[in-house]
């Protein structure tokens, strides 16, 4: 059963629309390309929506005023997998124009969650970002009452995109790997990682789903219990190393060599061979 809602009204934006400079569209993007579906009819038709929990339906409220073309939001109870009743809400964008500036920028029409890609163009990251997490993430407290942030994504660019940004912020590196159940990239962060990669991207003031920003500001109270052994600190590469990683070409025999982990050999490999980490003497 559906329910047509009341048409919210529209205060003039000041910005063009989907202009990802701006901290509210660049997180706007990257919740409808996790969460949104830009489908073709025939000729010029078509058709955005997006389809959330009703609990969330003020940030579908936010999406509107956002957006200088008409749309509506609708109700809908219906039975599922998980609940004898489920209600959701659902954003309904038919523009032309509207829908050709998102695909300009990345939404691709059909099924897209191998395809999506960070916006190449100027974005604000970490508004793009705490969409998709508001998305396809999690951030809370683990079964052991550790913080964590982490994000379920089919995407090779933006596993690789996430990973980049939580690196120059937190200084923790990820190898983003798919799992084998399901395909899928599954990056994680827990404690002081996650504290401060919440703190940065759940700023006050910032657009988002008011449950995820409420759980966000709870992970700045957690301590590490005593007794539990502090994270290591990050020892650097010496351009020396490097050239013994790459000549070696095998994280083991690199291991052995440098005094150093495996897992970080192998990182740094898989940077060198990404194009992440410059070759040394390119620097």
């Not at 569209?25 to 038709?45: E, I, P, S």
């Not at 508004?127 to 997490?133: E, N, P, Q, V």
């Not at 079964?143 to 912020?169: C, E, I, M, Q």
């Not at 827990?190 to 401060?196: C, D, H, I, N, S």
């Amino acid at each position: 059963m559906e329910e047509a809602l009341p048409v919210a009204e529209c205060e003039p934006i000041a910005h063009p629309f989907m202009d990802l400079t701006v901290p509210e569209y660049a997180y706007m993007f990257g919740f409808l390309q996790a969460d949104g579906h830009l489908a073709k009819g025939t000729g010029q038709k078509g058709r955005l929506t997006v389809e959330i929990n009703s609990r969330d339906i003020e940030l579908l409220r936010e999406f509107q005023k956002l957006t200088p073309y008409y749309s509506s939001i609708t109700e809908r109870t219906r039975s599922t997998n998980f609940a004898a009743t489920h209600t959701s809400a659902v954003w309904s964008l038919c523009s032309l124009e509207a829908r050709t500036r998102l695909n300009e920028v990345g939404l691709p029409y059909g099924r897209k969650s191998k395809t999506i890609e960070p916006p190449r163009g100027d974005c604000s990251r970490r508004d793009y970002l705490r969409g998709l997490i508001d998305a396809d993430g999690s951030i809370g407290f683990t079964g052991k009452g550790f913080p964590f942030v982490s994000l379920t994504t089919a995407s090779t660019a933006v596993a690789a995109h996430l990973s980049d940004y939580a690196r120059d912020v937190t200084n923790a590196e990820r190898i983003p790997r798919r799992n084998a159940r399901d395909d899928l990239y599954n990056i994680l962060y827990t404690m002081e990682v996650a504290q401060g990669l919440a703190a940065d991207l759940y700023y006050p003031g910032c657009l988002s789903l008011e449950r995820k920003l409420t759980a966000a500001g709870s992970l700045a109270a957690w301590t590490r219990p005593a007794g539990m052994r502090a994270a290591c600190t990050r020892r650097r590469w010496t351009g020396q190393e490097d050239r013994i990683l790459l000549e070696l070409n095998s994280p083991t025999a690199a291991a052995a060599e440098l005094g150093r982990t495996v897992q970080s050999c192998e990182l740094r490999l898989w940077r060198f061979r990404t194009g992440r980490t410059p070759m040394p003497g390119a620097r």
